[in-house]
């Protein structure tokens, strides 16, 4: 039999710690951040998370299952900060890019955070919401089910890979990410047209572009082929 859920107030740490700092799922999901975009994945402990709390590790547990369990805590978190304050505003493209768009940022400010978290299902409150947020906009613009989910499945998916792929550059020591965004203005705007004719001919403009992230245009691309699919004649639920 499953254990009950147990609302946090009830596994609360009634005593404050040693600093005088009352526990909560919130406080130890926002240290959980500030050590891992401080010292990465690597700083990632209990034993760690314990020291900068200011409480035995053992007393995490109260809250979380485990540190796989508060993993997902802080995926749901990051879901929470990009849908925090928006609002749709009944265009489904527009609604669907800015939602986009701010998930995607909400991993990149924090790199190492999301390396670890763009992978999971957490099946929490801000994940719950998201997808019923964007399964709502597309059913409501029109289209058919089996279209919604198709959509659904490729708008999640490319979001949170381009997050995990921005934010592995960004993870990076700064000096490999500085050598890496040179390369494009060094090794590859030198090749010779006589070997290398069509790099030679983009380069300028790949050494502008390959520094930034491809996402809002691949967002686009997809929102455009979800729009031209709009406008031909629908399938039947299902199908």
């Known amino acids: 039999m499953a254990k009950p859920v147990v609302p946090e107030e009830k596994r609360r740490r009634r005593r404050p710690t040693r600093s005088g700092t009352v526990l909560s799922e919130q406080l130890i999901v926002e240290t959980a951040l500030r050590m891992l975009r401080e010292h990465g994945s690597a700083g990632f402990t209990a034993r760690r998370l314990g020291l900068a709390l200011d409480c035995d590790p053992s007393t995490l547990y109260r809250y979380f299952r485990g540190m796989d369990d508060l993993t997902l805590a802080i995926a749901d978190a990051l879901i929470g900060r990009a849908l925090r304050g928006w609002e749709p505003t009944g265009e489904w493209r527009a609604d669907l890019r800015a939602m986009g768009l701010r998930i995607h940022a909400a991993y990149l400010a924090h790199p190492q955070a999301a390396q670890l978290t763009t992978s999971r ?61 040179a390369m494009w203005r060094s090794t590859y705007a030198r090749l010779p047209a006589t070997t290398h004719p069509r790099i030679a001919e983009a380069a300028p403009l790949l050494a502008t572009r390959m520094v930034t992230s491809a996402y809002p245009t691949a967002l686009d691309m997809l929102l455009d082929s979800a729009a031209a699919q709009l406008t031909r004649s629908p399938s039947p639920d299902g199908v």
């Open 121 to 181: 299902v957490s099946g929490r409150a801000n994940e719950l919401a998201a997808d019923e947020m964007v399964l709502e906009l597309l059913r409501t613009a029109g289209f058919p089910l089996a279209h919604t989910v198709r959509i659904y499945h490729a708008f999640i998916d490319q979001t949170l890979a381009f997050a995990a792929l921005d934010a592995a550059s960004l993870a990076l020591p700064s000096a490999a990410l500085r050598a890496d965004e």
